[in-house]
């Protein structure tokens, strides 16, 4: 680590390689990032492409007064938050369980091992972790209605047009993809923890269980909150794929199944109302704006080194 | 290392766990390889199973029967993660190299100007908008390959807190008193001074490239530009699609010979192989890049 130095003034010539350096790299974010900053005002309009988005007609709050009249808006802001809670919940607490056990083994190529075959499931894409569904939840020969129910004599379910079950579903699916994954982090902080810890806690006669409660417990706790800080700077964001690829796109579950980002995917591609589907993304982006700043200030409070600015 | 019987006991209990966690893990991906190798037949009547009746190999036998749209799918993904992993690759760390330079005038502003489009984007309506009237890209290969993934915040931060705490000023400084250009060191020094970071981003990015669907899904109707996801995505709500491009197929042909289930699931099976092929090369720096990054973005 070099100590930072002040920034001496230095003449163009030596500035302008850097500068040509970083030129490609901030151009795409300038286009990629910046410019859909701007088109924001989108949502104030009630765009018609015969007339361009910078000759429609503004409309002031209307789309955004239209959105929240509907129970769509009330719908897909519900179930993004209660996902994510559950999610953060449940995902912090395997993570952690797996990352403990892990850290047990002594065996370090059998942590390895177990290592490649958790992260895995987050590995795959969408697309494949819809069909892996689809082959436990398809009701012709789905392995849940004909390997499971069946045999135990048990109703078979129409899993598809069952709305009800979709939240057990989405959070299982959810943990399974991703819980592996999120544990390497804490295994990594368990790894970087001190073993004479633990070495006098045993002489002084504490089992793996008080260790694990009065030792691993409280030097995660840092990582613990900064980690489940930072996801819920994120709660007002969705996995699309998830929550529309996995439960087929079904118009039967989207009382479970809808999520913001569904809903603006929907309103623009599918029902063609761009100024909904404007209004809910601007929606999204300064809900989730305020979120981040609020959390990085509680972080700061908590931790600062890990504080995002 | 001495244990006692209470940690024994506990250590083989952490084992066991985390084998059955392991197995937990595994079991839907072997559920669906045995599947596609299962008679169709046998699928239909009694279901999946992990002891199938009847195996077989007619899912990839109708798979290689129409292997060109295969074919194609697996090149279109192949092209464009690598055209999106090298390009991303470079223009992230030709950003990350000035910004990690502490004597550059405007490190910081770049940095800022990095970091903010973690915190706020305009949204997709907007830049759909500007990718479909002011930029043209549907249906073309551009729009598998540039919105949203050719670079990141996180990961061009990533890229710039490697090279600014494992190369040390000093020896871009000696390099540039030797009369090296900026675009010398950068290609000469930085560049192979950070090769684990290459590999953790590059790493990042190729996955993101070769797992994506949602561009297509955005800004392709054409199924010549069908990269593997979304040819399986289109096979799941229209296995005949498979039919209609079959050499010497005539019209209403047999659909019942069609062993969709099985296929589907061989389509599945054929979307993880590189993945998993490539796996255990990279795990190392898969686990040292989420690390990094999650303990400080």
Same mark, same amino acid.
């Given at each position: 680590m070099t100590a930072r130095r002040k920034s001496p003034s230095k003449p163009l010539k030596k500035t302008l390689p850097l500068l040509i350096l970083a030129g490609p790299?901030?151009?795409?974010?300038?286009?990629?990032?910046?410019?859909?900053?701007?088109?924001?005002?989108?949502?104030?309009? &009630?765009?018609?492409?015969?007339?361009?988005?910078?000759?429609? &007609?503004?409309i002031g709050f209307k789309n955004f007064t239209f959105l929240f009249q509907t129970s769509d808006a009330w719908i897909m802001t519900r179930n993004t938050l209660l996902y994510n809670l559950a999610f953060i919940a449940l995902g912090t607490v395997v993570s952690i369980i797996i990352a403990i056990l892990m850290s047990e083994l002594l065996n370090k190529l059998y942590s390895k091992l177990f290592m490649t075959g958790l992260i895995l499931p987050n590995l795959i894409s969408m697309i494949v972790l819809s069909l892996l569904v689809f082959a436990f939840l398809n009701a012709d020969s789905g392995f849940v209605n004909h390997s499971i129910l069946r045999p135990l004599g048990l109703p078979e379910i129409n899993w598809y047009s069952e709305a009800k079950y979709w939240p057990y579903l989405l959070v299982l699916i959810q943990i399974w993809k991703t819980a592996g994954y999120g544990s390497i982090v804490y295994f990594a902080s368990i790894a970087g923890i001190d073993k004479s810890i633990y070495e006098s806690a045993k002489i002084d006669g504490a089992g793996k269980l008080k260790q694990i409660r009065m030792i691993t417990l409280p030097l995660l706790k840092p990582t613990i909150i900064v980690l489940v800080l930072m996801s819920m700077g994120r709660i007002f964001n969705s996995d699309f794929g998830l929550f529309y690829q996995v439960p087929m796109n079904s118009g039967a579950l989207y009382s479970t199944t809808q999520t913001i980002d569904t809903y603006v995917y929907r309103a623009l591609m599918q029902l063609n109302d761009i100024g909904m589907s404007a209004a809910a993304g601007l929606y999204q982006s300064l809900v989730g704006f305020a979120l981040v700043l609020t959390v990085n200030a509680i972080v700061k409070k908590v931790n600062p080194e890990n504080a995002l600015f | 290392m001495i244990?006692? %019987?209470?940690?024994?006991?506990?250590?083989?209990? +952490?084992?066991?766990?985390?084998?059955?966690?392991?197995?937990?893990?595994?079991?839907?991906?072997?559920? =669906?390889?045995?599947? +596609?190798?299962?008679?169709?037949?046998? /699928?239909?009547?009694?279901?999946?199973?992990?002891f199938p009746e009847h195996t077989s190999l007619e899912a990839? %036998?109708?798979?290689?029967?129409?292997?060109? =749209?295969?074919?194609?799918?697996?090149?279109?993904?192949?092209?464009?993660?690598?055209?999106?992993? #090298?390009?991303g690759l470079l223009i992230t760390s030709m950003l990350a190299y000035p910004m990690s330079r502490s004597d550059f005038k405007y490190h910081n502003t770049l940095a800022f100007v990095v970091f903010f489009t973690m915190l706020f984007s305009g949204g997709i309506v907007p830049s759909y908008i500007m990718w479909t009237q002011y930029f043209h890209i549907? *249906?073309? /290969?551009?729009?598998? =390959?540039?919105?949203?993934?050719? #670079? *990141? @915040?996180?990961?061009v931060l990533l890229v710039r807190n490697y090279f600014k705490n494992n190369v040390p000023l000093e020896i871009i400084e000696a390099a540039q !008193?030797?009369?090296? +250009?900026?675009?010398?060191?950068?290609? %000469?020094?930085?560049?192979?001074?950070?090769?684990?970071?290459?590999?953790?981003?590059?790493?990042?990015?190729?996955?993101?490239?070769?797992?994506?669907?949602?561009?297509?899904?955005?800004?392709? +109707?054409?199924? $010549? /530009?069908? @990269?593997? $996801?979304?040819?399986?995505? $289109?096979?799941?709500? *229209?296995? $005949?699609?498979?039919?209609?491009?079959?050499?010497?197929?005539?019209?209403?042909?047999?659909?019942?010979?069609?062993?969709?289930? #099985?296929? %589907?699931?061989?389509? #599945?099976? /054929?979307? !993880?192989?590189?993945?998993?092929?490539?796996?255990?090369?990279?795990?190392?720096?898969?686990?040292?890049?989420?690390? !990094?990054?999650a303990v400080k973005g």
């Open positions: 790299g901030l151009l795409y974010f300038l286009i990629n990032s910046y410019f859909p900053m701007f088109g924001v005002f989108i949502a104030f309009k &009630d765009v018609n492409y015969a007339k361009g988005i910078f000759g429609s &007609d503004w | 244990q006692t %019987r209470g940690e024994r006991a506990f250590t083989v209990f +952490s084992a066991v766990v985390m084998i059955l966690l392991t197995v937990f893990a595994f079991l839907p991906f072997l559920l =669906i390889v045995i599947a +596609s190798f299962t008679e169709e037949t046998a /699928l239909i009547r009694n279901g999946y199973s992990f990839y %036998r109708y798979i290689k029967s129409s292997a060109y =749209i295969f074919i194609r799918a697996y090149g279109v993904s192949f092209l464009v993660t690598i055209l999106g992993t #090298a390009i549907k *249906n073309t /290969l551009w729009a598998l =390959i540039l919105p949203n993934l050719l #670079a *990141n @915040g996180f990961n !008193i030797d009369g090296a +250009s900026e675009l010398r060191t950068f290609f %000469r020094i930085m560049l192979p001074l950070s090769m684990p970071v290459m590999a953790t981003v590059g790493m990042f990015m190729g996955l993101a490239y070769w797992n994506d669907w949602i561009n297509a899904l955005y800004f392709v +109707s054409k199924p $010549q /530009l069908y @990269g593997i $996801q979304n040819l399986l995505m $289109q096979l799941m709500s *229209n296995i $005949q699609f498979l039919n209609s491009g079959q050499a010497g197929s005539v019209l209403g042909a047999d659909t019942v010979s069609l062993p969709s289930t #099985a296929v %589907r699931m061989a389509m #599945a099976v /054929l979307g !993880i192989v590189p993945v998993l092929f490539v796996l255990p090369f990279m795990q190392k720096y898969l686990t040292r890049g989420v690390v !990094i990054g």
